[in-house]
């Protein structure tokens, strides 16, 4: 992944803003009252509109200088963040004799010309990474990311009650059965890393009700034996150690339901009574 520049400060962030509207002024004739210009990117998909008004108001395209264009570009990567990126869009007015105005959009998507490729979305990414939540949700689509989890909305509290007091206990499946060959299969809807860095939590934080010292094969990589032979349980749902183990080696979730269960718990694991632990076990080792 190519890193972006040094970032500038912002007294070099101002000074370059001066000099790209110094950039502009060889573009237009005398007599011109306002300009403006509009520049856009994705990747190296690059488009800058310069246009100007005279005293008759109306509003007259010029070719941008080439300066202008690499000036703006030194400005975008300069002003890069490493959680929210960098900008997509400028529009850069000028009234004279020396008033102007810049605005920056990081978030909105562009008004293009003619829109960028999938390759153009794809370079955005590489070369101006940004945090996983911070990438909107055109910008997800365009790219064919899953979108982000909505965000669940907290229950009324209720009087609190020992976990696993009432309801049965469920047992996650590790995949979802297994091919004629003996392979396992696996049919689930993908997840993006943000909510399988949250289950991660979730899953290797509940208690361990049951363990062996050994380490078993990796069903998906035969020549490893690298899966905790463990079980835990949050006093709802018991998994194998190798749920956790696959979703972070291999990215395979859990199943939907146990993710749904984790999800509408706020990924809070509560205390698991001693009783739902025995019975766990029981249920592991064949005892119920």
Avoid: C
């Avoid at 300069?78 to 990081?106: H, K």
């Avoid at 010292?213 to 490893?224: I, K, Q, S, T």
């Amino acid at each position: 992944m190519s890193q972006p520049a040094t970032p500038l400060s912002e007294q070099e962030q101002n000074q370059l803003v001066k000099q790209i509207g110094r950039a502009m002024l060889p573009a237009l004739p005398p007599g011109w009252q306002r300009i403006r210009a509009e520049y856009r990117a994705a990747g190296r998909h690059v488009e800058v509109d310069l246009a100007f008004a005279g005293p008759d108001g109306q509003w007259r395209p010029v070719r941008p200088p080439m300066e202008v264009v690499q000036l703006f570009g030194r400005l975008r990567t300069g002003m890069y963040e490493p959680v929210r990126g960098t900008w997509l869009s400028a529009v850069y007015e000028i009234e004279a004799p020396a008033a102007f105005s810049v605005d920056f959009n990081a978030e909105d998507e562009p008004r293009w010309r003619n829109a960028p490729p999938l390759i153009g979305f794809q370079d955005e990414l590489r070369t101006f990474p940004r945090h996983d939540e911070r990438i909107p949700e055109w910008l997800r689509q365009r790219l064919g990311l899953p979108p982000l989890p909505t965000p669940v909305e907290p229950e009324p509290e209720q009087p609190a009650a020992p976990v696993g007091q009432d309801g049965e206990l469920r047992t996650a499946h590790v995949y979802d059965g297994r091919d004629e060959e003996g392979r396992p299969v696996v049919n689930r809807q993908a997840i993006d890393r943000q909510l399988g860095d949250a289950l991660l939590t979730y899953l290797e934080g509940a208690p361990v009700v049951l363990a062996a010292r050994d380490l078993d094969v990796d069903e998906f990589v035969p020549a490893d034996r690298d899966v905790p032979l463990n079980f835990r349980t949050d006093g709802a749902w018991i998994w194998a150690g190798a749920v956790p183990h696959y979703l972070r080696k291999h990215g395979l979730p859990p199943e939907p339901d146990l993710v749904e269960h984790i999800v509408a718990r706020g990924f809070r694991l509560d205390e698991v009574d001693d009783a739902t632990r025995e019975r766990a076990v029981a249920m592991i080792t064949g005892g119920v």
